[in-house]
Each structure stands twice: as C-alpha cells, then as structure tokens.
C-alpha cells in the first residue's frame, strides 16, 4: 500500500538535499545555518514519530530561532540562460504543458478511479489520506514525464526544487508552525476565551445583531486562528445554536452554511492562513508578502457583508 | 460563573497580533507565541515542548500540497514552461488579466463545486501556469509591464485560485467542512441533511464570484489606467 508515510520519507530526502546542496554552495552567504534549517526540516520528516515529542518540539524552536534570526538564504539560482530556455521552449511547444497537466488529471483519477483498486487484498492507496497521496503519485508521474520530456534526470528535478525552496526560504515552515500554534491554542482554552469575551459583552437582543455578531465573530475568529475549522465549533456552539437557533428559529442548515462561508472571508484576510496568503506571495516572488492578502481584501469585505444580509433573509426558510 | 473561563491564554493571541503588526519576523513570533500561550496556560517547558513536537510531527501533512509538485514544476520551468504559457495566451487577441482571471475563477470554483479540489492549486497551477498567462495578456495588450503593476496580477492570481476554491468546494457535500459542520451539530442534538448545507452555499458561492470577478474587472481598469499615463 502506498501510504503518507512514503511521501514523508521523499520529502525529507529533498529537505536532505536542500541541505547538503547548500552547505556546499559558496555563493551561498549563510551556507552553514542553512544548511542546519533544512538539516532539522529533514530529520523531523525522517524520523518523524520515532522522535522523542519532547525533542521534536526543541528542534522545532531551533527551526524558528534559526530562520528569526535571519539564518536562512539562498545561493544563487542556477537556470538556463534566457535564450535557451526561449529556445527550448520553442522545440518542446505545447508538449511541455502535458507534464504539467499531467498533476492535476493524475490526481484526479488517482482520488476517483483508483481509490478502490485492490492488489492481493490490499489497498494500493492508503485510504485515509487519499488526496495527499494522489497528490504525490501524481507528483512522481509529473516528473517521469517532465524528465522524460527533456531528456534531464530526476537529480536535475531535485535541483530545481531546491531552487524553488530556496526562493521561498522559511516561508516554507510558517504554515507547519502556525497549524502546530492553532493546536496549541486550542490545547490552551484560547477559543473558549474568545467565545466568553464576544458573547458577554455584545447585547443580542436584535435579530440583527445576533447575525452580525455571528457573522463577523465567525471572521474574527478565523483572521485569530488561521483556520475556519477552528472557528466554526466556537462561534456556533456559542452564537448559531444557543442564540440564531434557540431563539430566532434559524435554519440550522442556512446558519451552518453561511457561517463556515464567513469563516472563509477571514481566511482571505489573515497572514495566521499562510499556506494560501504568505506562501504563494513567496512562490510568486512578491516582495510584499502581504500581497495576496491586499488582493484580497477587496472580495472579502464585501462578501462578509452579504453574508451577514443572505443569512438575516434566509435564516427562517425552512 | 464568569471566573470559570481562562482570559491569560488570550496573550499568545495578543503575541501574534502585535508580531504582525510590527512586521516582525512571522516564524519567530509563532515560537513567541507559543511559549508565551504556553506559560500562560501554565505548562511545564517540558509539557510545553512535548505538544509543541507531537502537533508538529502530526502536522508533517500540511505542506505537502506545496512541495510534492515542485520537482516536477522546476523541471519544466528549466525548460521554458512559462515562455510556453506565455506565447499560448499571447495567441488570443481577446485576452485580458481580468478576464482569463475569471474565466479561470470560474473553472476553478465550479470544478471544486463537485468535489475536484485538486484541479488547482498555487504550486502547481498558479506559478507556472496562470500567473504567468495572466501577465503575458497584459503585456500583449500594452508591452512590458512596471514591476508593481506585474506583482499586483501575480497577486491577484493568487487570490482568486484562493477564492474558487474556498467558495468551490464547500458546496461539494462530501467535503469536510460539511462533515465537521454536521458532527458539531449533531453534538448539539441537531440532525442536518449534509444536502442542505451544501445547498444553503450557494447563494453565497454565487456571490463570491460576482464580487470577484467584479475585482477582476476592476484589475483591468487599473491596468488600462497605470498603462495610459506611462
């Protein structure tokens, strides 16, 4: 069975890789502590449960102490020269969009058509992370085609991960370590602390107020924790139940619905969302990495709005 | 009554915040604010560092989305991926950002409507394929584009991959926020058809992308603007 847990051993290898390849790039101008980042990176994948929890959160603040420090660089990127890579994408044409397609489709079939294949009994995937591990055969297909596409090897495909990693540098951490922060907040009662403050203080006597309340509570919540899921038991064991249920009569169907929907709009808002706000502003280059946040501030606002309007009509539809 | 709830863990809270605000760097305000959530809370540093390692190594699936498709995505990019997208895009006399923006938001929303989440994503649609077209038709409608105007549509690319997908996907009944939605209310004695929660997005998922795309419509406006003067 082809499970997580091989996916976790492939990407330590890379973080291991990253590592080494920088500790021995001189144009590199912190080879030695970035090296050390990715080091740790690598061995808290590799070693992953087999860890003590006690060391494997250390090395965790060594990570952050590193990367807060500014410890963490990039040599510098080794590409084609523009007139080759121009070259070369006039030879291979619309050829080269059929690797890069090829991630998508594969994933798809893997997490439709494949997910019920048997081989002597077993499940070829692992059932309980599907999409991840369609994901990554899809990931290991793309690079068969793509290396066998331009005639490069998988050593060189592990090279230009290394120069994509190393442009988003500790980007690449922050998502990791805000969802281990939002553990730790629920872990430390922070939710019911919010939910206290929102509820005892704020007159809900207007049907109104309540759905705003519950609304941008719901938002608030999420630009807090990073996460709607961990906004969403709060605010509407809080709110949506005791107060748009109990005593308004909602829908619980439309109060659910329109709740994780304001959920949302606190995600698009809040950089504790790293993985779909910093990270792609790393990814992308953009030297403001609240960019995409600022990009989509514009829809949030509005739609939080409306929300607050669609849920106040349509909370008493049956 | 009141004294039963805990207010100090709010300082990790209070951590973060301030962390941002004062653009300091985010990893080490996370580390701060977990040892000062976690002194808060009264944890031992030994306790401290044990749920700070078990949530981590639990943890170990949320970056995969981002670095399993990059060796692929390198690769290609190497061999002028990007050039290719561009050149495609360039074809279409029609094209503007905004547009292709929407009409992607559009595939993107609608696909994970019914459950295809994974026909997306920033690292392996957005860098390589829609930011770059994004900016090859602007640049096809007015040549070489400033650096700020080109950072915008890349962030704009960003967004709204973001956007299809949160507005997508939860109208899709087998998703998971419907089955957590569903588990909390049942805690609660409530029994809701996942059906109908899936049903009562929609409005809101239509909404979502009027609104978004009227921003589209608005980041060709501003193109066209910023283009004009120079």
């Known amino acids: ?318 | 009554m009141q004294s039963a709830v805990n207010l100090w863990p709010l300082l990790g809270v209070a951590v973060v915040t301030l962390g941002f605000l004062l653009r300091a760097n985010p990893v080490l305000v996370v580390a701060a604010a977990c040892g000062v959530t976690g002194l808060a809370a009264a944890m031992p540093i030994v306790a401290l560092l044990e749920s700070l390692g078990t949530a981590f190594v639990k943890t170990r699936n949320l970056p995969l989305i981002l670095l399993l498709p990059l060796a692929a995505i390198g690769l290609l990019e190497r061999f002028g991926l990007r050039e290719r997208a561009q050149t495609a895009i360039a074809k279409v006399r029609s094209a503007t950002a905004g547009r292709l923006l929407i009409v992607y938001l559009f595939a993107r929303e609608t696909s994970a409507a019914v459950g295809l989440t994974s026909l997306g994503g920033q690292a392996s649609m957005v860098r390589p394929l829609v930011a770059p077209m994004a900016e090859a038709a602007a640049e096809t409608q007015y040549g070489s584009l400033p650096d700020p105007l080109r950072h915008r549509i890349r962030a704009m690319a960003a967004a709204t991959d973001n956007v299809g997908l949160f507005f997508g996907e939860d109208i899709f009944v087998a998703f998971g926020a419907i089955v957590l939605m569903q588990t909390i209310l049942q805690a609660e004695g409530i029994a809701v058809d996942p059906l109908h929660m899936a049903l009562w997005g929609i409005p809101t998922a239509i909404t979502a992308f009027i609104i978004h795309a009227w921003n589209l419509r608005r980041l060709d406006a501003h193109i066209r603007r910023e283009m004009g003067k120079a």
Not at chain 1, 261 to 272: H, I, V, W
């Open chain 1, 1 to 318: 069975m082809i499970t997580l847990d091989h996916f976790y051993i492939l990407v330590g290898l890379l973080f291991a890789f990253v590592a080494v390849m920088n500790l021995r790039d001189a144009s590199n101008p912190r080879r030695y502590s970035t090296a050390l980042f990715w080091g740790l990176y690598a061995l808290l994948y590799l070693a992953g449960e087999r860890l003590p929890p006690s060391v494997a959160g250390a090395l965790m603040i060594a990570m952050a102490l590193v990367a807060g420090f500014k410890g963490v660089a990039a040599g510098t990127a080794r590409t084609l020269p523009e007139p080759e890579r121009r070259a070369s994408s006039e030879r291979l044409g619309n050829r080269l969009f059929i690797p890069a397609l090829l991630l998508p489709v594969v994933t798809m079939l893997c997490a439709t058509v494949f997910k019920d294949v048997h081989i002597g009994g077993m499940l070829v995937l692992d059932d309980k992370h599907q999409t991840l591990v369609s994901l990554g055969c899809a990931s290991v297909v793309a690079v068969a085609a793509a290396c066998w596409l331009t005639r490069s090897t998988p050593l060189q495909g592990m090279r230009e991960a290394r120069r994509l990693v190393d442009a988003m540098s500790w980007a690449v951490v922050l998502p990791h370590m805000l969802a281990v922060l939002g553990l730790l907040f629920s872990e430390a009662g922070v939710g019911k602390a919010v939910a206290h403050m929102t509820t005892s203080y704020i007159n809900m006597d207007s049907r109104f107020i309540a759905v705003a309340v519950f609304c941008i509570g719901m938002a608030l919540f999420t630009i807090v924790m990073g996460n709607g899921f961990a906004a969403f038991p709060v605010m509407a064991g809080g709110v949506g139940i005791p107060v748009l249920v109990g005593v308004y009569g909602a829908n619980p169907a439309v109060m659910a619905a329109i709740g994780m929907f304001s959920a949302y709009c606190g995600t698009l808002m809040t950089p504790m969302a790293a993985n779909f706000n910093i990270v792609p502003a790393a990814l992308l280059e953009l030297p403001d990495k609240n960019a995409v946040i600022r990009a989509q501030i514009p829809t949030a606002l509005p739609l939080l709005g409306a929300n607050v309007l669609l849920l106040y009509f349509l909370m008493n539809q049956p």
